[in-house]
Nanobody
Framework: QVQLVESGGGLVQAGDSLRLSCQAS????????VGWFRRAPGKDREFVAA????????SYADSVKGRFSISRNNAKSTVYLQMNSLKPEETAVYYC??????????????????WGQGTQVTVSS
């Protein structure tokens, strides 16, 4: 089983940037589609971005297009989420997740099998 550890969260001001990392243990990381999701207090889990096995395909929620960028380094078993121009309403716990059942990025969290513990991102106004 692959274990995922997110890092890079913190407290920032509106308009600032953060880069989140999702480090995977185990083998065959390059076989997985990886997604980032977030859950704000009192709200449902929300898709943020996802990336295909090779990194050649990406998908973003409309709300983050143009500001967030997902990338991966399979040699390091790591996926990154670069977040620019952060907004207070994006305060949430951010999770990464993986699936071997897909061949392209997908926004449906039910299609992802393994999840990390999450990292808190707080954006002050």
């Amino acid at each position: 089983q692959v274990q995922l550890v997110e890092s890079g969260g913190g407290l920032v001001q509106a308009g600032d940037s953060l880069r989140l990392s999702c480090q995977a243990s185990g083998r065959f990381f390059s076989s997985y589609v990886v997604g980032w999701f977030r859950r704000a207090p009192g709200k449902d889990r929300e898709f943020v971005a996802a990336i295909s096995q090779s990194g050649g395909m990406t998908s973003y929620a409309d709300s983050v297009k143009g500001r967030f960028s997902i990338s991966r380094n399979n040699a390091k078993s790591t996926v990154y989420l670069q977040m620019n121009s952060l907004k207070p309403e994006e305060t949430a716990v951010y999770y990464c997740a993986i699936t071997a059942r897909l061949w392209r990025p997908d926004p449906d969290p039910s299609k992802y099998d393994d999840w990390g513990q999450g990292t808190q991102v707080t954006v002050s106004s």
